[in-house]
């Protein structure tokens, strides 16, 4: 009876699902107002705080990913004075969240700066209700890149809104979470038209039932309408408006020293006005997790995928990974992966491309490695390497279309990548990291990308000051006259309610008079100051 409810629950879903789909397909997708290349596969280490030291390797998105619903607890608000990751946060000195008693955690945060800055932040949290809920609020704006005049298009805005809720009851978890995420970036003069302005809309919910304690059920629907668009032009921009919707279910029992599972996958992509982008995707697939002994650990998984466009795939994994003492940790993993390509992923990896023609899954053949290693308390060292044989890879090469946007493409290749950082913790966190992607085969050679960084952060003992500062070096073979990126920040904390802090950006960019681009020609930002004011309660 109660794998009934679990089934009722799931299918209520799918029709509210497409109820939605209806409305939101009716209404205008336009606002009222008007880097990358390919993406590498970067490994890295997430979180090295752990008594039993282990370094799994991160899954390439196969399919669709599971939703994790990202309510912090109270004890993620509190500043971690012992933090270990090793890939280091966007730029930012604002120190985190201090933690009030109560249902209730709230910040705002304000900052003005140069380039015509402006910045707001507003999040609200609440906590030991049933449900439990997540609003925030992220707005931020910028026009003059690189010493450009204002209001002729070096600039950008961005507006993103995100809500959830968390229910449990006994045995059943029900988790929904929506976003909205608009961009406007503008086109530098490079096209007739002013700006391009991309929105994404997202719906999804999670349902998980555990029958008992080894066997869950678990069903899923995702929703995603995103649209792209182009303002100021004398001709009208052909924009295109995107529904995909995913619905999937897993069957999941837990062994003694290890889990075995059964999922499938049903996806559809839907786009105004062009049925040659629009495609059904179905998969069914099962995957195992296993513990060999206590240092040591196997997983695999296989699926079976046929697509609308009578294409078909079997991708499938193997990995292992072993704890070799309690400072070295190691891992491998190779296979045939599946990613799945929309205008979505299309849009967010490429800020400057062009509405595809074409867009197909990708595949690749893939074998990696890592090792992390702890010396001491204070020295920590990570590595992944990985090798892959693409096909279908979107991209982008440096000739503009008639819009001034690049054209997207599809490419077959190798890459190899990989990732080395360090990090070192005494009073201040030290931290430093290179990463690489080369790749060879019919691909444009803008596509190889060479990264660097080194990052220095502290905070006093009492936790009322403190700093960061930042070195990064990116180039390929197009943007290869690129100079370092040096950014700098610093914080003052009043009390636990009121905090200051000052952002310094890109200060190389003047003193050596080079532009600074995201993707020739298009200019980055350059130089700006920022300051910020939060409250928490």
């Not at 921009?237 to 995107?242: F, L, M, P, R, S």
């Not at 069914?284 to 240092?295: P, R, T």
């Not at 990090?423 to 060479?450: C, K």
């Given at each position: 009876?109660?794998?009934c ?5 799931l299918g ?14 009716s209404k ?17 280490v ?5 008594k039993?030291i ?20 109270e ?14 946060m966007?730029?930012?000195v ?7 008693k109560?249902?209730?955690?709230t ?7 140069t ?10 949290y609440s906590?030991?209700?049933?449900p439990?809920?997540?609003?925030i609020?992220e707005?931020?704006?910028?026009d003059g890149f690189s010493?450009?005049p204002?209001s002729i298009?070096y ?10 809720i ?9 988790e929904g979470e ?10 530098q003069e490079?096209?007739?038209?002013f700006?391009?302005i991309?929105?994404f809309i997202?719906f ?8 008992s ?10 929703n995603?309408?995103d649209s792209?668009?182009l ?9 295109k408006?995107e529904?995909?919707?995913s ?14 599972g059964?999922k ?5 992509r ?11 995707r179905?998969?069914?697939?099962s ?14 998984g296989?699926?079976g ?5 009578n294409t ?5 994994y193997i ?18 992966r599946?990613?799945i390509?929309?205008l979505?992923?299309?849009f ?15 595949t690749?053949?893939?074998l990696?490695?890592?090792?992390m ?10 590595s992944?390497?990985e090798?892959s044989?693409f ?8 000739n ?7 054209e997207v493409?599809?490419y ?7 990732n080395?950082?360090v990090?070192?913790?005494l009073n201040?966190i030290?931290?430093?990291r ?15 990308q ?9 905070i006093s ?10 070195v ?5 073979r ?9 950014n700098l ?9 009121f ?5 310094a950006n890109?200060i ?5 008079n080079k532009?600074?681009y995201?993707f020739?020609?298009y ?9 910020k ?5």
């Amino acid at each position: 009876m109660k794998s009934c409810k679990f089934l009722l629950i799931l299918g209520v879903l799918v029709i509210l699902n497409f109820i939605n789909a209806k409305v939101l397909f009716s209404k205008d997708m336009a606002p009222e107002k008007p880097d990358i290349f390919l993406p590498s596969v970067v490994l890295e280490v997430e979180d090295l705080s752990v008594k039993n030291i282990v370094a799994p390797l991160p899954e390439e998105e196969i399919l669709t990913p599971d939703i994790n619903f990202p309510l912090p607890d109270e004890e993620e608000l509190k500043i971690s004075e012992t933090a270990l990751n090793i890939e280091p946060m966007p730029f930012t000195v604002e120190p985190a969240l201090a933690t009030k008693k109560g249902k209730l955690r709230t910040n705002t945060t304000l900052g003005v700066g140069t380039l015509n800055n402006f910045y707001s932040y507003i999040s609200l949290y609440s906590f030991a209700t049933k449900p439990e809920a997540k609003l925030i609020y992220e707005h931020e704006t910028a026009d003059g890149f690189s010493g450009k005049p204002s209001s002729i298009g070096y600039s950008v805005r961005s507006d993103d809104v995100q809500a959830g809720i968390n229910y449990k009851m006994n045995r059943l978890n029900i988790e929904g979470e929506s976003g909205f995420n608009e961009i406007e970036r503008g086109l530098q003069e490079e096209s007739a038209y002013f700006s391009k302005i991309n929105r994404f809309i997202e719906f999804n919910a999670n349902v998980s039932y555990n029958i008992s304690d080894r066997l869950g059920l678990f069903g899923k629907i995702e929703n995603r309408f995103d649209s792209q668009r182009l303002t100021g032009g004398v001709v009208p921009y052909d924009g295109k408006i995107e529904y995909c919707v995913s619905p999937s279910v897993k069957v999941e029992y837990k062994l003694k020293n290890g889990t075995i599972g059964f999922k499938g996958y049903f996806g559809y992509r839907g786009v105004s006005g062009d049925k040659d982008l629009s495609l059904n995707r179905f998969s069914v697939g099962s995957y195992f997790d296993f513990n060999i002994s206590d240092k040591d650990s196997i997983k695999g998984g296989v699926d079976g995928y046929w697509n609308s466009a009578n294409t078909s795939y079997v991708p499938f994994y193997i990995g292992v990974q072993s704890t070799v003492n309690e400072f070295l940790s190691v891992s491998g993993e190779g296979g045939y992966r599946l990613i799945i390509n929309d205008l979505y992923r299309v849009f967010k990896d490429f800020p400057y491309v062009d509405i595809p023609t074409t867009l197909s899954d990708s595949t690749e053949w893939y074998l990696n490695a890592g090792a992390m290693w702890i010396a001491s308390e204070k020295w920590v060292f990570t590595s992944r390497i990985e090798f892959s044989r693409f096909y279908n890879k979107p991209g982008f090469n440096t000739n503009l279309t008639p819009n001034g946007l690049f054209e997207v493409g599809e490419y077959d290749g190798k890459m190899l990548s990989g990732n080395l950082g360090v990090r070192w913790i005494l009073n201040d966190i030290f931290s430093a990291r290179f990463r690489f992607t080369a790749l060879s085969g019919d691909v444009p050679e803008n596509m190889n990308q060479l990264e660097g960084m080194v990052n220095l952060e502290g905070i006093s003992k009492n936790g009322k000051f403190g700093g960061t500062s930042e070195v990064e070096y990116s180039m390929n073979r197009i943007n290869n006259e690129q100079i370092p990126q040096f950014n700098l920040g610093a914080f003052y904390r009043i009390n636990d309610y009121f905090t200051f802090s000052l952002e310094a950006n890109d200060i190389l960019q003047p003193i050596f008079n080079k532009k600074r681009y995201s993707f020739y020609p298009y200019l980055d930002r350059g130089f700006f100051l920022t300051i910020k004011t939060s409250v928490n309660f």
